[in-house]
């Protein structure tokens, strides 16, 4: 069963310019990520990440939200890291029986 890792924020906009130069400096962080901004809101951007299961999406979003680099863009979030939202999400079944 696939997962979907979905990671939301909201970057202030005087900082939006420095973030969007952070991102593109670093274009393998994003390699497996669709990365998007909302066009209604600009500044609130969405990250979706594909895993093959539960314990992948786990471990993508321990990586997410404590790995890396991230904490130099907690600067830039509303809220700073609680800011950051990361919710995993599984198919749902269509068909007569599923539950």
Not at 20 to 45: C, I, K, M, S, Y
Not at 70 to 98: H, N, Q, T, Y
Request: glycine residues 6%.
């Amino acid at each position: 069963m696939g997962v979907i890792l979905f990671c939301e924020y909201s970057i202030t906009e005087e900082h939006r310019a420095s973030f969007l130069a952070w991102v593109r400096r670093d274009p393998a962080r994003w390699a497996d990520v669709e990365f998007a901004e909302n066009r209604e809101q600009p500044g609130v951007f969405v990250e979706l990440r594909r895993a093959a299961s539960v314990q992948e999406a786990a471990a993508m979003k321990k990586e997410r939200l404590e790995g890396r680099s991230w904490a130099e863009m907690e600067a830039w979030v509303k809220k700073g890291r609680d800011g950051i939202r990361v919710w995993s999400f599984a198919p749902v079944c269509l068909e007569p029986g599923c539950d």
